[in-house]
Each structure stands twice: as C-alpha cells, then as structure tokens.
C-alpha cells in the first residue's frame, strides 16, 4: 500500500466505502506502521587507520519496512521521495593510541558526496568511546544515505555495535 495524496472532497459528496479506505484508512496505515523506515546493524567492524573512511556492511536487518535495506550494504535507500530522519551509533573499542573517532552520513560509499552529517571524538587511551549522529535530510525516490567510519591512528581499529536508522516524517 502507498500513500495516496489527500482527497479535496467536495461539498455535499457522499462519503463511500472506497474513498475511507483509500483516503483515510489505507494513509492512518501507512503513517502508522507501514510508512519506510528500517534499522540496520553491524556487530562487529574495522575502522581504516590513518583517517581514511571505511564503509561497513550490515550484518542483521533489525526493521525493515519498504525495503529500505539490504544486507552487506553500507546504506539505505528511500524507496520514496520525502523528508527522512536518520541516524547512526557506533563504539570504538578502547586500545592504547589516542586519537580521533568519527562517522559520517554522506551521499556516497565511504565518505564520498554530500557530507549530510558527521560526529567526531576523541579517544582516550584504553577506553572505548561511543558515537552518534542524526540528521533529517531530503531524498528523492531511491536516493541512498551511506555510513562511513574513520579512525586518525596509524592502523586500523575495532568498532563494535555499529548501528543506522531511517524514517520517513513527510514530503
């Protein structure tokens, strides 16, 4: 079921069946709980040393309602033009290099395209530090949103928990 543009009922027109359910009912349905929207996780990820953005690839699709994810991916997709929120978490694991932790939200596969949204830390030696990001941006139909992670140490580094959302809010 798609959303249907709200009718201009006329005056005096008869209320039917059809038109509830097409204008009303099916739309409450899809704002409700069929409306896009998923939740996408990796577990276990390595982010690239030396600054450089490294894409990750979902290991489980929590929520997944229209499609918006498929696995081994780094990205969702809108399968509809509108305004999305979308976020991201992540947790740099604790080692002995201190130095600076990030993810980004971008348009394109490791950091690449329009920069939608980023959040850095700093990483305090041994300990783990956690991330998030969230951001409402404006997609056309199929328009993807990727997440990318970086580390400024010289070798890469354990992320754990890497998770991303998306939901549909309006047109």
Not at 15 to 37: C, E, K
Not at 46 to 57: D, E, F, K, P, Q
Not at 137 to 149: C, D, E, K, P
Request: net charge negative; aromatic share 8%; proline share 2%.
């Amino acid at each position: 079921m798609a959303w249907n543009t709200p009718r201009d009922w006329a005056t005096n027109e008869a209320v039917t069946s059809a038109n509830m359910d097409t204008y009303v009912s099916d739309n409450l349905t899809w704002l409700g709980t069929s409306r896009p929207h998923c939740q996408v996780r990796d577990a276990t990820a390595t982010a690239g040393g030396s600054a450089a953005w490294t894409a990750v690839s979902w290991d489980s699709l929590t929520t997944n309602v229209a499609s918006m994810a498929s696995s081994s991916t780094s990205h969702v997709i809108a399968p509809t033009a509108g305004f999305y929120m979308i976020g991201a978490s992540a947790v740099f694991e604790g080692d002995t290099t201190a130095g600076i932790r990030a993810i980004m939200l971008s348009s394109g596969s490791a950091g690449s395209g329009t920069v939608y949204a980023q959040s850095n830390t700093t990483q305090h030696g041994g300990n783990p530090s956690g991330i998030t990001v969230v951001t409402g941006v404006q997609l056309a139909a199929f328009g993807a949103v990727y997440l990318s992670i970086a580390s400024s140490d010289a070798t890469a580094g354990a992320v754990s928990n890497v998770r991303m959302w998306a939901i549909w809010c309006t047109t």
